[in-house]
Structure formats: structure tokens, C-alpha cells
């Protein structure tokens, strides 16, 4: 019941935390609550994914993307996610997300979301995937497109070299799970 409530914070307040424009980190502040955590008595990793989809709802409220996709019968899609574990948030420790829409290619963006203590150390990064699915005419649209129908004249930077093995990574792994029956 809590992630509603999350989620209806984000939505509430996203106004006033004005437009979010593309490439820029917007961040959200949360609690460790006992809900969240595991047998560690920190956050657990489920509680990890759950906070960076409330960052990029964030984002998506923020840039305008889900009333364009509402109007347009678009549909926001993850593609996929690699985490990584750096530090523990214990507790009722106090943490940021910073989210971000990192670059682009294609019909697929890369999103990072970093979770920060108090104290400024990253304790876990998530990058992901996603698309945008145009409903009526059965395909996922090129990310520029996108970005022109929100007024964005943005122009996507070459994916580094850590964002490039992820994008790869990600295309061998959604090749062998079609292949398997």
C-alpha cells in the first residue's frame, strides 16, 4: 500500500518541480521504511526496481511524456535493467534517486537512476532500457520522434562505453530469451 502512496507524492508534486528537460538528473527523496528491507535489515533489491520506476514516472510526468503518450495511445515499455550494489541503505536511512535520461538510439533510450546516502556515496546504480510503443500502428517509434512530439530539440549523445556493452548486452540477452521455448 506504501508505493501507492509514493507514487501519489511523485505525482502530486511533480509540478512543482517544474519541466524536466532531457539529460538533466531530477531526484527524489526517500526513507528506508521496514517494508523495504530484507533479512539484512536494508533495502531489499525488489524495493530498488520499485523506487526507479518512481523516477522515471517522475521523469515522464515531468517532461509531458505520458499525457503526449495518453492522447497519441503510446505505451512507455521497459526493455531491460542491469543493477549494480555498492553500498547498503540500512533501516530508516534517508537516500536520494537521481534519475536521467541519459542518450538515446533508435527505438531505445537508456535511463539511469542512482541512489545516493547522505553522505554523497552512490550506494546502487541502475541503468535501463525502454521504448515507446505506438498502440495503433503496431511499432516502437524512434526516440527522436519522441522527443520532437514533447518540443525537445535535443540531440542524443553517443552512448559511452559502458551504455554501449549494456545496449549489446541487452540485445543478446532478448535474442536468447525469443529463442527459448
Request: proline fraction near 3%; glycine fraction near 8%.
Amino acid at each position: 500500500m506504501y508505493e501507492w502512496g509514493r507514487l501519489l507524492r511523485v505525482a502530486v508534486t511533480s509540478k512543482s518541480r517544474g519541466a524536466y528537460r532531457l539529460g538533466e538528473e531530477s531526484g527524489l527523496s526517500f526513507r528506508c521504511l521496514p517494508s523495504d528491507i530484507d533479512s539484512n535489515i536494508h533495502l531489499n533489491n525488489a524495493r530498488y526496481m520499485m523506487l526507479a520506476d518512481l523516477g522515471r514516472i517522475d521523469l515522464f510526468l515531468r517532461a509531458g511524456l505520458l499525457g503526449l503518450a495518453r492522447r497519441n495511445k503510446w505505451a512507455p515499455m521497459m526493455g531491460g535493467v542491469q543493477s549494480v550494489y555498492v553500498r547498503e541503505i540500512k533501516l530508516w536511512r534517508r537516500f536520494d534517486v537521481l534519475s536521467s535520461i541519459e542518450t538515446w538510439e533508435g527505438t531505445q533510450v537508456i535511463g539511469r537512476h542512482r541512489f545516493v546516502l547522505e553522505n554523497g556515496e552512490t550506494a546502487a546504480l541502475i541503468m535501463t532500457t525502454a521504448g515507446v510503443y505506438d498502440v495503433p500502428n503496431r511499432r516502437f517509434l524512434a526516440i527522436d520522434e519522441v522527443v520532437e512530439a514533447l518540443g525537445a530539440r535535443v540531440t542524443p549523445r553517443a552512448p559511452n562505453a559502458a551504455e554501449a556493452e549494456f545496449m549489446g548486452s541487452h540485445g543478446r540477452l532478448r535474442t536468447l530469451a525469443k529463442s527459448l521455448r
